[in-house]
T-cell receptor, first 112, second 113 residues
Framework: KQEVTQIPAALSVPEGENLVLNCSFT??????LQWFRQDPGKGLTSLLL?????REQTSGRLNASLDKSSGRSTLYIAASQPGDSATYLC???????????FGTGTRLTIIP | DTGVSQDPRHKITKRGQNVTFRCDPI?????LYWYRQTLGQGPEFLTY????????KSRLLSDRFSAERPKGSFSTLEIQRTEQGDSAMYLC???????????FGQGTRLTVV
């Protein structure tokens, strides 16, 4: 059974700093991995999707990497802004399996 | 395209009542998913449709839960005889067969009192 872990559960950093969020998963046989952002009381916004054959994906100030063999992914946020404050969730999809398995998220606070 | 739409956004109901939620996926997406999220947790998979066919159901989906997707367009999730433990955010997502990136709606927050 796939298990996804995100550490730390919460993180506070001053505005302008670069930061890294971590995601680990127990079964390396994944089809893809997706990073999401969730604001309080809202739905999920897709940030980046990495296919199992890819090593990284970039979108603006965000860069996600994937090391399937070690069961790890990182989300790098450059030059953080107060608007980046949210909960960040990673989720993996296995082969032949349509469901996403989520971590419990990292609650990020950017201090102005 | 306005993305995935869910209705209502909030629902408060008394224990024992039935509730129904609606999800309208992105128009060209043939895959539709329902997830449930409780406070401080990640979303948990409930069920998945490809077109009108319900292809997978989680064991979380008890007999009181039923989902439909008539004509492969919008979907409904019904909860019968609601219990306080059903209080959660119910999230709908959709994706296409070509690109499996999942797009989520804003969710329906259910409170059972």
């Amino acid at each position: 059974k796939q298990e996804v872990t995100q550490i730390p559960a919460a993180l506070s950093v001053p505005e302008g700093e670069n930061l890294v969020l971590n995601c680990s998963f127990t079964d390396s046989a994944i089809y893809n991995l997706q990073w999401f952002r969730q604001d309080p009381g809202k739905g999920l916004t897709s940030l980046l999707l990495i296919q199992s054959s890819q090593r990284e994906q970039t979108s603006g100030r965000l860069n996600a990497s994937l090391d399937k063999s070690s069961g790890r992914s990182t989300l790098y946020i450059a030059a953080s802004q107060p608007g980046d404050s949210a909960t960040y969730l990673c989720a993996v999809r296995g082969f032949g399996n349509e469901k996403l398995t989520f971590g419990t998220g990292t609650r990020l606070t950017i201090i102005p | 395209d306005t993305g995935v739409s869910q209705d209502p956004r909030h629902k408060i109901t008394k224990r024992g009542q039935n509730v129904t939620f609606r999800c309208d996926p992105i128009s060209e997406h043939n895959r539709l998913y329902w997830y449930r999220q409780t406070l401080g947790q990640g979303p948990e998979f409930l069920t998945y449709f490809q077109n009108e066919a319900q292809l997978e159901k989680s064991r979380l989906l008890s007999d009181r839960f039923s989902a439909e997707r008539p004509k492969g367009s919008f979907s409904t999730l019904e909860i019968q005889r609601t219990e306080q433990g059903d209080s959660a955010m119910y999230l709908c997502a959709s994706s296409s067969e070509q690109n499996t990136e999942a797009f989520f709606g804003q969710g329906t927050r259910l409170t059972v009192v």
